[in-house]
């Protein structure tokens, strides 16, 4: 339990500086939660396209994986800031979803 609650405390810390840095750099819609939902869809996204263009062949591997780190940290920003805007603990949210699915998943 002192691992998720080392968790909270890092990913709380991350959703608050991540808010700011939107605050400071986008005003206008940092806590706008339609902008930021659909950003992060938008996101998720550009990760399935470098997916796609690896899984064909179009892009090579070490391109591919530092391009998709580049996206995927841009997926959990905007995740965060959704978590920021709603008041959301990501960290509690995760340990209740997966005692759920422990339930859910070992029952069938």
């Known amino acids: 339990m002192a691992d998720y609650n080392i968790a909270n405390v890092v990913l709380n810390q991350m959703r608050d500086e991540s808010h ?53 940290a841009d997926v959990f920003i905007y995740l965060l800031n959704c978590c920021a805007i709603t008041g959301l603990d990501l960290a509690e949210a995760y340990r209740q979803k997966q005692t759920f699915n422990e339930k859910r998943f070992n029952n069938e």
């Open 20 to 72: 700011q840095a939107s605050k400071e750099w986008f005003p206008e819609t940092a806590d706008d939660l339609n902008h930021h939902a659909l950003a992060l869809c938008g996101e998720v996204g550009e990760v399935a396209n470098i997916v796609k263009k690896a899984q064909r062949g179009s892009i090579e591997l070490d391109e591919a994986h530092a391009h998709l780190a580049d996206e995927l």
